[in-house]
């Protein structure tokens, strides 16, 4: 149990005035403790996490394509009705409204 080896190792430090080899391994030690931990909380410490992750990341993917789609979508109308506009004031500056009525 990673707990258990964090505690001899911290007792092995104090006992031996606690060498760099011996901190270093405290260090490692406790960062799998938390990382551990960490993943615990999150939910994401079964074997099924990995997969998880994956698909999570498929979805968000598909999300963000969605969403450049429509915006890429209104833009396209947006540009095309403000054309529009420009021509029929065009069209009505020149008096080709006229024209097309008579």
């Known amino acids: 149990m990673p707990g258990?080896?964090?505690?001899?190792?911290?007792e092995q430090g104090q006992q031996q005035g606690g060498d760099l080899v011996t901190l270093r391994a405290v260090a490692e030690e406790a960062s799998e403790m938390g990382a551990s931990r960490a993943l615990e909380r999150l939910g994401l410490a079964d074997t099924?996490?990995?997969a998880d992750l994956d698909e999570m990341r498929e979805l968000l993917s598909a999300w963000r394509d969605a969403k450049r789609t429509a915006r890429d979508a209104v833009v396209g109308w947006a540009t095309r009705?403000?054309?529009?506009?420009l021509l029929l004031g065009?069209?009505?500056r020149l008096g080709l409204v006229?024209?097309?009525r008579g």
């Open 90 to 92: 065009l069209a009505a």
């Open 4 to 10: 258990d080896v964090l505690a001899r190792l911290v």
């Open 81 to 85: 009705v403000v054309l529009a506009l």
């Open 98 to 100: 006229a024209l097309v």
């Open 48 to 50: 099924r996490a990995r």
